[in-house]
């Protein structure tokens, strides 16, 4: 029988995590999921391990890797954003974001790094965002309470950067870490947010969580061993002009 390939997945019960973990659990590659969130998951598949825990806690992060003996890959999915005005942003708040943005991805990423060096194989993926790469254009926001936060956008090109570090410092143990920045997913927002923001898009319309799919697909193939410190950004075009 072929062997299980074990991936980690944060965020499982949001939007974009829900869509990869029904995408992996029905997959012919063969993978055993774990999918951790902070919130219940809903998955009851057998090939799917539903663990609570918040990432930004170290004790959790290594009680949980304390039982996990082989990672094949992992995917730090788990981020969060805040939507008030950057006048009135508070130090807890900020700090909040770069908790679990970037504490939460170093720790997951340190952590199955020291078990993927003993195979010396491991994909890691971590998602960033478009506003990871452009600051986000205020003028499609207007008064939507949507507009995107500098800590958010400080997290996600700092989460570039640290697919970058850990890319070139161990590629030598057949490690792979890149990254991939989604535009913006469509959801509940207001009309008038989508209308501009789609004006904005050169593909006229939003990105649908199925949009990723193939990127995943192709960072997580057993066939691509040499794309490394990447960054797939998947947003029809709205950052290319
Ligand atoms: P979401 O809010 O739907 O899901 C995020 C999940 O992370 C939630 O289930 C939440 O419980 C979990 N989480 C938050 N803090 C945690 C913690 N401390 N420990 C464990 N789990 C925790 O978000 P989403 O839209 O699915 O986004 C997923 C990722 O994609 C995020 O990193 C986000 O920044 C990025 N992203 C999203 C979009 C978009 O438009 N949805 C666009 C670009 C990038």
């Known amino acids: 029988m072929k062997l299980q390939k074990k991936i980690i997945l944060t965020g499982s019960a949001g939007q974009i995590g829900q869509a990869f973990l029904e995408h992996l659990s029905n997959s012919n590659d063969n993978y055993y999921i774990y999918a951790l969130d902070k919130n219940k998951n809903f998955s009851n598949k057998k090939n799917v391990e539903n663990i609570e825990i ?37 130090v807890k708040e900020f700090k909040e974001v770069l908790d679990v943005n970037l504490v939460g991805t170093f720790l997951m990423s340190r952590e199955a790094i020291k078990i993927m060096i003993k195979s010396k194989s491991g994909k890691i ?20 309470g949507r507009n995107n936060s500098e800590v958010y956008s400080i997290t996600k090109s700092g989460i570039i950067m640290f697919s970058k570090y850990l890319a070139t410092h161990f590629a030598p143990y057949n490690i792979q ?65």
Do not use: C
């Open 54 to 90: 918040d990432i930004t806690k170290e004790d959790e992060v290594l009680n949980f890797f304390s039982k996990v003996n082989h990672i094949y890959g992992l995917i730090n999915n788990a981020g969060i954003g805040v939507f008030s005005s950057f006048l009135s942003r508070s």
């Open 125 to 144: 993926i971590n998602i960033g965002s478009i506003y990871g790469v452009n600051s986000s254009d205020y003028r499609i926001y207007g008064e939507s």
């Open 177 to 241: 870490v890149n990254t991939i920045s989604p535009g913006g997913i469509e959801k509940n927002q207001s009309i008038d947010f989508k209308n501009e923001y789609i004006k904005k898009n050169p593909s006229g319309r939003m990105g649908q969580t199925k949009d990723l799919l193939p990127a995943l697909d192709f960072l997580l193939s057993e066939e691509n061993k040499y794309t490394n410190g990447e960054n797939l950004v998947i947003d029809g075009g709205f950052t290319k002009w």
